[in-house]
Structures are given as structure tokens and as C-alpha cells.
């Protein structure tokens, strides 16, 4: 059988399909609060607010109370949501981003372990 471009592409297993406006706007809304909360962590433990309610106090003062660990956790984490567009949306050929989905995914998973025996909020 002689493969042609035509029949190739006519394969819906090979072709790509569209993704859905909803599904994307989502993603890109998740990467985007995803990083807002890094940052914000970050601040948080570089500059610790003297005028925050009570209880997002609390919550600095846990975080900070950790903080090499909470910074070890979520700087990978954010690496990783950043690099998900480039495995997800496949629109250039990124197998350096796969390779690093990994490694990055085993070190937050290792840093979330070693915070839960300090949970926060359950």
C-alpha cells in the first residue's frame, strides 16, 4: 500500500484536531493564577505584610516558617507549569520540555511530601 501525504492527513488518528476555546482559555487562566500565587508566595516570604488580615498572616507566617522548603517546592512548580504549554500544545517539535516535565514533576512531588507533615489548613 503507498502512503500519500493526502491519506495521511485524512487519518483522525494522525491529523490533529481543534481544541475547544473553552478548554484553552482555561489552561492559559490556570498558568496564569498559577504563577500569580508563586509570586505572590514569593513576596510574601522576601517582604511579609505588616498590614494583612489575621488569617493570611497566619498563613505567611507558616509558609515562612518553612521557607527554604516552600521555596524549594514552588519554583519548580511554577517551572513546571510553564513548560506544560510546550508539552500540551505540541505546535513545535519541544522534547527538551518533556524531558524536564519529569524531573521537575519528582521534585515537587518530594518537597510536597516533606510539607505535609507541616499541612496547612488540613
Do not use: C
Not at 23 to 49: D, E, N, Q, Y
Not at 92 to 108: D, I, K, N, S, Y
Amino acid at each position: 500500500m503507498k502512503t500519500t501525504l493526502n491519506s495521511i492527513d485524512s487519518n483522525p488518528i494522525v491529523s490533529k484536531t481543534a481544541t475547544p476555546l473553552w478548554l484553552l482559555t482555561g489552561f492559559w487562566a490556570s498558568i496564569a493564577i498559577s504563577v500569580a500565587v508563586v509570586v505572590r508566595r514569593l513576596v510574601a516570604i522576601v517582604h511579609p505584610s505588616q498590614s494583612a488580615p489575621p488569617q493570611m498572616a497566619g498563613l505567611d507566617a507558616a509558609f515562612a516558617s518553612h521557607a527554604l522548603l516552600t521555596v524549594a517546592h514552588i519554583v519548580p512548580a511554577m517551572a513546571f507549569v510553564l513548560l506544560t504549554p510546550f508539552v500540551f500544545l505540541r505546535r513545535t517539535a519541544a522534547a527538551w520540555a518533556e524531558r524536564l516535565l519529569f524531573p521537575l514533576g519528582a521534585v515537587v512531588g518530594v518537597t510536597a511530601y516533606a510539607m505535609s507533615t507541616y499541612s496547612i489548613g488540613g
